[in-house]
């Protein structure tokens, strides 16, 4: 789930041209945390990657996967299983920010 409310305060904070530069590097930067969380075999590997996705997500409003981020970064630093939570997030980041990236012009009515 997009919090849009979110994501239309970034673009008023933003402009419009701004903001779909923001949208690009964003989008970058999950594709580049994902690859770290998917590589990772440790619990400090898998609590960095999961913050700094959590950390992204809350910023966007993925309201979600940041959820799911900070459950998983949780049990990373308590050396618990997070193999569900790690699979939920590589599953669902990538069509959500898809959906992001097709829809946020037409969800915010902008150009």
């Not at 619990?43 to 993925?62: I, P, T």
């Not at 996967?65 to 050396?79: K, R």
């Not at 299983?81 to 920010?97: E, F, M």
């Amino acid at each position: 789930m997009i919090d849009w409310s979110r994501v239309s305060e970034l673009l008023e904070d933003f402009g419009e041209e701004e903001f779909g530069e923001l949208v690009v590097v964003f989008v970058e930067e999950c594709r580049e945390g994902l690859e770290q969380l998917k590589q990772s075999t440790s619990d400090d590997g898998d609590r960095a990657a999961f913050h700094f996705l959590k950390g992204a997500a809350l910023n966007v409003g993925f309201v979600e996967i940041a959820e799911l981020c900070a459950q998983g970064e949780t049990a990373a630093a308590n050396g618990e299983d997070r193999g569900a939570v790690k699979s939920r997030v590589v599953a669902q980041l990538p069509p959500t920010c898809d959906q992001f990236e097709a829809e946020w012009r037409q969800r915010l009515s902008v150009g």
